[in-house]
């Protein structure tokens, strides 16, 4: 199997990093209930050790995921300022509202999250497909389930 890389804004490799700390944190905590559990635990009443162990185990699943994406990662360095990549913001035009809008353009790990006014969209999105390899002055045309919207690359950053 081949590990693709996990592209990343320093931003979002700095995120992953602390989640994966918290979640550390989290497993020491559900192991100390594990252990408290186990010595308290009876045979008539092991429905809260099941549980326990079964959140061990989704932390133990999350911790390897998050390792995993920081092993694979490649922090994303500078771009062609005029040709959309991960990392860049871009500014979009809607051609049918008259409204303007700004997106940057990450990976999926990093998409969803919003860090002051830009809201993150992923380039396996909708959205993010149509505006990779663009540059200013171009229109997409983006489906998003019935409806479709166009939009111009008015600014890329």
């Known amino acids: 199997m081949v590990r693709s ?18 979640e550390y944190k989290r497993l020491e905590e559900a192991t100390k209930i594990l252990q408290d559990l186990t010595g308290t635990s009876d045979d008539y009443d092991d429905s809260g050790l099941e ?3 079964r959140e061990k185990a989704r932390i133990e699943n999350r911790i390897d995921d998050l390792e995993m994406q920081l ?7 500078e771009n062609d300022p005029n040709r959309v990549d ?19 353009v990450v ?9 002051g006014d830009v809201p993150k969209v992923s380039d396996e999105s909708p959205l993010g497909r149509a505006l990779i390899g663009r540059h200013v002055g171009d229109e997409v045309t ?13 600014a890329i950053s």
């Open 71 to 77: 092993d694979r990662a490649e922090i994303i360095g």
């Open 86 to 104: 991960l990392g860049n913001i871009v500014s979009l035009s809607d051609v049918a509202a008259k409204r303007e809008m700004r997106v940057q």
């Open 142 to 154: 983006v489906t998003m389930g019935d409806k479709q919207r166009r939009y111009k690359v008015v």
């Open 51 to 53: 549980d326990a162990k």
């Open 5 to 22: 890389t996990v592209r990343l804004t320093q931003e979002g490799f700095e995120r992953l990093k602390a989640t994966l700390q918290q």
């Open 107 to 115: 990976a999926p790990v990093e998409a969803g999250v919003l860090e």
